[in-house]
Every structure is written in C-alpha cells, then in structure tokens.
C-alpha cells in the first residue's frame, strides 16, 4: 500500500508485509536548522504509541551508551530523508507522525508534524501470497534472544522465528491437499527439510495424489536428497531428474478435481539454510491459466528427457519473449536453446527506470554495464558475493569492476556480512552462516521502477546467468503492474540492504584497523578506541546540505523515494 501525506513535510508511506519505507522531502528553506526527523508510530487496533528508535544518538548529550544500545528518535532524531519500521506486523494500520525537530542537541524543538496513516498489506492477497523468512541468522537481533548459541542451541523457538511465515506459509500450500480431490505436482531441488517431507506424505496418507521430481544426480544435492526422502518413507512418491545439467527448481502446483489451480514458486530450497538461514521468498500465485503452464512444465520434467528434448518442449508450451509486455503474468521456463530469455532479462534491467535486484551468486560480466552508468536513476543491488568461480586473476578484476562501479552516486550496493568480532560500539559478535554456496543473500528478483507506476516485479529460481537459461531446468514469474507485490518486495529489499550494508562498513573499517602498524599486539579494547560509528552531527550544516546537492546519491535517492 501507498500513501502520501503533505505539510511542512511531505511523506511518502509505503507498507509490504512487515515493513513500512517512510520517505519525507521539504523546501531547502525550510531545512534549514533541521537537526533530524522524530517518527512516532501509533498501532490504531489499540493504540499502543511509540517512538521509533535508531542506534545514533548526540554524542553531546553525555550518556554513556554503545551502538548496542537504541535511543528515542524524538531525543535523537534521525538524520535521513528515508527511514523504515522493521516491526510492523501484516494486516494492522498504523499511523505515523513525522516531527521535522530543530534546535540543538539535548535540547530540541518541535517543528510541525505530517501525519500518514497506511494498513500492512496482510500474507494473503487475491492473486499473490508473498511468504519471506527473515534472512537474520546472523543479527544483533538473534545475539539479543539466544546470546552465545548457535541455532542448533537456542533450538525450535530460534528456528520458528528465523523462519517468519515462509515456512507456515509453505507447509499451509501443501495442506491444502486435503483428500482424493486434489494433488500436488513439485519439482525441486533441494528436497531435505522433514518437516516438509512429513507435509507431503500426510497429504498423501490424506487421499491426495502426490508426484515429486527431485535433483537426483550423483553430486552434492542428490544423495542427500535420497536420504531423506528415504527417512520420510515416501520413495513412492518422488522421481529422480538425472538428465539435467541442475534440476534447479522448486515450484508446487496444487490441482483440484485434476485442475491445475495454483501454483508456489520461488528461491526457496526445501533445505535447513533456505529455511531458516540466507534470504528467501515464497510467492503463491492463484491463477488457474499460470498454474497450467507450470504443470504443463512439470509434465515435461517427469518424462526427465534429456536436454534437446525438454528444450524443443519449452518452446511450445512458453515460447519467449512475449509478443507483447502488457500481460500482468509471464512465465520463464529453462533450459531453452539460445539465450534469447536472458537478452529478454537484460532489457528489463536495461529499461531507463530505477532498478532493485538481488544477486545470490555476484554481478554476472553481463549485467554490469546495466550499473554502470552514472546518470542519475537509481540503481540498487544485493549482493550475497561479488563474484562466483573464474580463476583468482578474472575474480579480482571483476571486484575491481564493480568496486569502480558503485562509486557512481546513483549506484547503491550492499555486500553479505555480519559483525564477527564483540569490540566495535558494543555491538556483540554475529554467528557465522549455516550455508555452503550461499549464506546471506539467496533471492532472484528484480524489481524495474517499483514505486512507480506501472511496477514490474521479476522472481523465481534463476541466478540471472546464461546458463541458467541454457542449461537448468528453472522458472521465472514477470509480473507486471501489480503495486501490491512490488511494494512487498520492495520493504523486503530495503530490510535486508540496511542490515548488510552497515555490516560491510564495519567490515570495510574493520580490515583498515587490522591491517594497519602496531595493532597486532593491542588488546580488544585498544583496538575498539580506533574507530567507532559515526554519531548524529552536533550542527545541522554537516548533513542537511548534502540532502539537496543536484546529483548526489542523498538527492537522487530522496527524489525517487519520496516521490518528488
């Protein structure tokens, strides 16, 4: 949902599922003497009021607090022309007061308020349900529930909450199969998770008519895959891909009454790490015309043909790209001869529109030149790595590229991180990962424009390379003009960039402090003397100007953030 609200402070609102982006612009007149923005947000199901908080406080104020601890925005307001409540819960309405404060330090004034009231968009839409886990294995937020245990140790209430909704919503899509009137057809690649095992083969004890395709080669996935399925006791019910180069889906097709009528795709593994470690997203679609392409597809997996064969079928059941762009719903399948589909993504991303994309396994040489280009439309990209294999040299060169790159000031990145030493501002130490390939960032998506508009939303399986349009069996979903999933990924995309972003500063400061003379024999605290986040500007000339400089990153990204 989106809404706008106008005063001495326009604010812009816009609510996904548990996130609400808060965007607000003023006259350069008006900002003068501006110390920050104080957020009050007030839940209208029964009024709980509170202030919104942040980590920065006045260092003029003399309290003797870490980063660890938050602080009051109405005492320490934020210094941002766009800030975000990551505590929303789906289905509420909230209302927000934004409070321009001016003054000084320990003693600030208020300025007129801007008042928006905007309701979370809840789990379940008519057409789209968008599921998401919480990406936050490593978080202050995880270190502050289970302090020194890792999630194995904290046990089933850490997994309930890194999991969020994307599991409940996963194993409420497989329930629906409730006797001899439905069936589920799956293929999947990662195929580990018992819980999800036990879902299926209760739908099957059920009545319902169960078939799965697994990865079932003989490499890393396979066996495990074969393990479990084994300890699940439901063999009958799964058919091993060996044919495939990476049999790399994992979609769902519920029927009813032999009627394809939805279908669950996505980047979700059904694996411990995609469940409840790195990022991922469920995307329900409830369309009968959709959900028939994907069994149609499914129905060519099953076969496990080789590769010529299943990429002669492809091309008759989704042949690509699309004579035109204005269907609200597209489907990508792989393998496919050519790379026609992934000339197709590059267009997109090519568009002249702002862009928001996650990349699990880096910046492919191909899309950098859609970031490279310093011309003032916002460009923002999640990384889970800068780069994935090539030899040591063609790695540097690529990081060296995209280093260069995100210098622009249009272009926003944000690298995988976590805070791995308990030294730096209070902040506590961060487990590490529970992946091998992947441990932060695992979504696909793309976003074109999606404050915009006419938004237009990418998402699935594929890791936008060649070969996982050539070689792999994959899907993609091209959603266009749906404002309501393009603001749910949108706050999932701001969540995720924020929490790494700051991580790779630390990181970034981290390796400046170790690598330089004489720190080696310099205890924790020493070291932690060195350097420190920055705290809020005593003076409102160190940050306010920069906010309307023509052409900075903070101009370009309140411009299109708030709509101006």
């Given at each position: 949902?989106?809404?706008?609200?106008?005063?001495?402070?326009?604010?812009?609102?816009?609510?996904?599922?548990?996130?609400?982006?808060?965007?607000?612009?003023?006259?350069?007149?008006?900002?003068?003497?501006?110390?920050?923005?104080?957020?009050?947000?007030?839940?209208?199901?029964?009024?709980?009021?509170?202030?919104?908080?942040?980590?920065k406080?006045?260092?003029?104020?003399?309290?003797?607090?870490?980063?660890?601890?938050?602080?009051?925005?109405?005492?320490?307001?934020?210094?941002?022309?766009?800030?975000?409540?990551?505590?929303?819960?789906?289905?509420?309405?909230y209302?927000?007061?934004?409070?321009?404060?001016?003054?000084?330090?320990?003693?600030?004034?208020e300025?007129?308020?801007t008042?928006?009231t905007?309701?979370?968009?809840?789990?379940?839409?008519?057409?789209?349900?968008v599921?998401?886990?919480?990406?936050?294995?490593?978080?202050?937020?995880?270190?502050?529930?289970?302090?020194?245990k890792?999630?194995?140790?904290a046990?089933?209430?850490?997994?309930?909450?890194?999991?969020?909704?994307?599991?409940?919503?996963?194993?409420?899509?497989?329930?629906?199969?409730?006797?001899?009137?439905?069936?589920?057809?799956?293929?999947?690649f990662?195929f580990?998770?018992p819980?999800?095992?036990?879902?299926?083969?209760?739908?099957?004890?059920?009545?319902?008519?169960?078939?799965?395709?697994?990865?079932?080669?003989?490499?890393?996935?396979?066996?495990?895959?074969?393990?479990?399925?084994?300890?699940?006791?439901?063999?009958?019910?799964?058919?091993?891909?060996?044919?495939?180069?990476?049999?790399?889906?994992?979609?769902?097709?519920?029927?009813?009454?032999?009627a394809?009528?939805?279908?669950?795709?996505?980047?979700?593994?059904?694996s411990?790490?995609?469940?409840?470690?790195?990022?991922?997203?469920?995307?329900?679609?409830?369309?009968?015309?959709?959900?028939?392409?994907?069994?149609?597809?499914?129905?060519?997996?099953?076969?496990?043909?080789?590769?010529?064969?299943?990429?002669?079928?492809?091309?008759?059941?989704?042949?690509?790209?699309?004579?035109?762009?204005?269907?609200?719903?597209?489907?990508?399948?792989?393998?496919?001869?050519?790379?026609?589909?992934?000339?197709?993504?590059?267009?997109?991303?090519?568009?002249?529109?702002?862009?928001?994309?996650?990349?699990?396994?880096?910046?492919?040489?191909?899309?950098?030149p859609?970031?490279?280009?310093?011309?003032?439309?916002?460009?923002?990209?999640?990384?889970d790595?800068?780069?994935?294999?090539?030899?040591?040299?063609?790695?540097?060169?690529?990081?060296?590229?995209?280093?260069?790159?995100?210098?622009?000031?249009?272009?926003?990145?944000?690298?995988?991180?976590?805070?791995?030493?308990?030294?730096?501002?209070g902040?506590?130490?961060?487990?590490?990962?529970?992946?091998?390939?992947?441990?932060?960032?695992?979504?696909?998506?793309?976003?074109?424009?999606?404050?915009?508009?006419?938004?237009?939303?990418?998402?699935?399986?594929?890791?936008?390379?060649?070969?996982?349009?050539?070689?792999?069996?994959?899907?993609?979903?091209?959603?266009?003009g749906?404002?309501?999933?393009?603001?749910?990924?949108?706050?999932?995309?701001?969540?995720?960039?924020?929490?790494?972003?700051f991580?790779?500063?630390?990181?970034?400061?981290?390796e400046?402090?170790?690598g330089?003379?004489?720190?080696?024999?310099?205890?924790?605290?020493?070291?932690?003397?060195?350097?420190?986040?920055?705290?809020?500007?005593?003076?409102?000339?160190?940050?306010?100007?920069?906010?309307?400089?023509?052409?900075?990153?903070?101009?370009?990204?309140?411009?299109?953030?708030?709509?101006?």
């Amino acid at each position: 949902m989106r809404k706008k609200a106008y005063g001495k402070v326009k604010v812009r609102a816009i609510s996904g599922t548990y996130v609400v982006f808060l965007a607000f612009d003023m006259k350069e007149a008006d900002a003068q003497g501006l110390m920050g923005f104080a957020i009050q947000r007030i839940r209208l199901s029964d009024n709980q009021t509170l202030w919104l908080r942040g980590n920065k406080r006045f260092a003029a104020c003399g309290e003797a607090t870490t980063g660890y601890e938050d602080a009051s925005s109405h005492s320490h307001p934020f210094q941002a022309f766009q800030w975000a409540d990551y505590t929303a819960e789906p289905g509420e309405r909230y209302r927000y007061r934004v409070i321009p404060m001016f003054g000084q330090p320990c003693a600030l004034t208020e300025g007129p308020a801007t008042s928006v009231t905007i309701e979370t968009e809840s789990l379940a839409g008519t057409t789209h349900d968008v599921h998401w886990n919480r990406g936050a294995i490593a978080s202050q937020a995880f270190v502050r529930r289970w302090p020194n245990k890792s999630l194995d140790e904290a046990g089933p209430p850490a997994y309930e909450w890194l999991a969020r909704d994307l599991l409940p919503g996963l194993l409420a899509f497989i329930g629906q199969a409730t006797d001899n009137t439905f069936a589920l057809r799956a293929a999947i690649f990662e195929f580990q998770w018992p819980a999800v095992l036990a879902a299926f083969r209760a739908a099957h004890l059920a009545g319902a008519d169960m078939d799965i395709v697994y990865h079932g080669k003989a490499d890393d996935t396979g066996p495990k895959n074969d393990a479990a399925i084994a300890a699940a006791q439901i063999q009958g019910l799964c058919h091993p891909r060996v044919h495939a180069d990476l049999m790399h889906n994992k979609f769902i097709v519920l029927l009813k009454n032999g009627a394809p009528v939805s279908v669950w795709t996505g980047s979700t593994n059904f694996s411990r790490n995609a469940l409840h470690g790195q990022l991922n997203v469920g995307h329900t679609i409830h369309d009968a015309a959709l959900a028939q392409q994907f069994f149609d597809y499914w129905t060519a997996l099953r076969a496990d043909p080789v590769a010529e064969t299943l990429k002669d079928r492809i091309d008759v059941i989704d042949p690509l790209p699309p004579p035109t762009d204005t269907d609200p719903l597209t489907a990508a399948f792989s393998p496919r001869h050519g790379r026609a589909v992934f000339d197709w993504w590059l267009a997109y991303a090519n568009r002249k529109k702002p862009l928001f994309m996650t990349f699990p396994f880096g910046i492919v040489k191909d899309f950098r030149p859609v970031y490279d280009k310093d011309d003032g439309i916002l460009r923002f990209g999640l990384l889970d790595k800068y780069v994935n294999g090539g030899t040591a040299a063609s790695r540097a060169a690529a990081i060296a590229d995209i280093e260069r790159i995100r210098r622009f000031p249009n272009i926003g990145m944000a690298l995988g991180n976590r805070l791995f030493v308990d030294w730096i501002d209070g902040w506590h130490q961060e487990g590490q990962g529970i992946g091998v390939n992947v441990n932060w960032i695992h979504t696909k998506f793309m976003l074109i424009d999606p404050l915009g508009t006419k938004p237009i939303t990418l998402t699935g399986s594929a890791n936008w390379s060649v070969p996982s349009v050539t070689d792999n069996d994959e899907n993609v979903l091209v959603i266009r003009g749906d404002k309501r999933v393009a603001d749910i990924y949108f706050g999932e995309f701001m969540r995720l960039f924020a929490h790494h972003r700051f991580r790779e500063s630390v990181k970034r400061h981290l390796e400046e402090i170790q690598g330089s003379p004489g720190t080696a024999s310099m205890t924790e605290s020493e070291k932690a003397d060195l350097w420190r986040p920055k705290d809020l500007f005593d003076d409102w000339h160190d940050w306010v100007p920069d906010q309307f400089k023509p052409g900075s990153e903070h101009d370009i990204k309140r411009r299109y953030f708030a709509g101006s």
